[in-house]
């Protein structure tokens, strides 16, 4: 035998009996996986690496990855590593967690909620649509935060009120309701009144946020379950004070005696007058002026739109009609205002007052004072 066919019988002899006596357990392929994948090297080079070294032993490419994110996660336990294929059943324990994981996160989103558990996307969505019957909703935006005190004189209000109503049925369409509000010529019209119809495939159409315009004008309205009685424009550079507000209260007097006679006529209570409690409506001349020409106030509550007629049917209807359209002018403002005014059935008012009022009342009350859903 030649010398150097001695040499290479040796070296492969050599590498055989290392080759046979290596280590090939997962164990020690750990470590290497581990060593290799902090050094920053790819998967690919680990795989070519550990086929180099151990052959039909080495570990498989999706072990590999799997390790290799463990090893980046800091998990000590390659055990407890999730195993690849099919994923894990949607279990009741599973449903348990993922209803505690709602309750202690509301805003948790499926994507979360799927990365958390190891579930598809839609495994995540037939659980919480089907199984848990889970809906997502946005939040109730509420005028104001009401405190204790706020709530129990909603409540102390509405309670008044339904009591009055059971004992005089028509008493409600008797109650004239009045406050004022701002106009603008330019208001945008909201998400909702902004959305179309698009057959699939047509692109989505686009809008620019706007603020609302500068110039504006204030409005005062009265009205009852017949319809409107009075309004009246605040001149522009003036403000709203209790000598304006009294003047108004005249010209309303006046406006009952022509559009509401038999309203006149009663000599026990001219009339019942409900309003908010801004400062020129509290002010001890205005209360002066009520006790001498024998106007009752119906009260209201403080922060409270969604249970006072004018808040929450006139004002909100006037303005839905007007968002999206520019005004050059304050008089032309000034005329569509009074058309849109004139052009509300009466049939709405006579509903407001004498039903969608007692509704809203019950509701308040059903909720302990506080604010309800529409």
Known sequence: MRLDELLLWLLFGT??????????????????????????????????????????HALSSTTV??????????????ATVKQTGHPP???RQILADIRAETRRNPNVTIQELSLQFGLALSTIHRALKDKLKLKKRPCIWRPHLLSAANKTRRLQVARQ???????????ASKVITADETWVYTYEPTWKQ????????????HSKVRKEL???????????????????????????????MYRQILRNLRESVRRKRPALWRNRRTQFWLQHDGAGPHRAQIMLDYYRDNNIQL????????????????????????????????????????????????QAEFTHAMEESWRKRLNKCVLKRGDYFED
Request: some cysteine; glycine content about 4%; aromatic content about 10%.
């Open 89 to 91: 059943k949607l279990t």
């Open 213 to 243: 315009s500068v110039r504006k004008v204030m409005v005062a309205v009265f009205w009852d379950a017949q319809g409107i009685i009075h309004r009246e424009f605040v001149p522009r550079g003036d403000t709203m004070d209790s000598p």
């Open 193 to 204: 009144q902004s959305t179309t119809w698009l057959a699939s495939g047509e692109e989505h």
């Open 15 to 56: 590498l055989s009996i290392r080759f046979f006596t290596m280590d090939h357990s997962k164990e020690a392929q750990h470590v290497e996986v581990r060593l290799l994948a902090r050094q920053g090297t790819r998967h690919c080079d680990i795989l070519r690496e550990l086929h180099r070294v151990h052959g039909n």
């Open 298 to 345: 119906v009260p209201h509550p403080p922060y409270s739109p969604d249970i006072t007629p004018l808040d929450f049917f006139l004002f909100a209807r006037l303005k839905r009609h007007m968002r999206g359209r520019r005004f050059q002018d304050l008089d032309i403002l000034r005329q569509t205002i009074d058309q849109e005014l004139g052009s509300i059935p």
């Open 161 to 171: 009120l339904l009591a009055r109503m059971r004992r005089s049925p028509r008493w």
């Open 65 to 78: 990855h799997r390790w290799m994110t463990a090893t980046f996660t800091r998990q000590r336990n390659f």
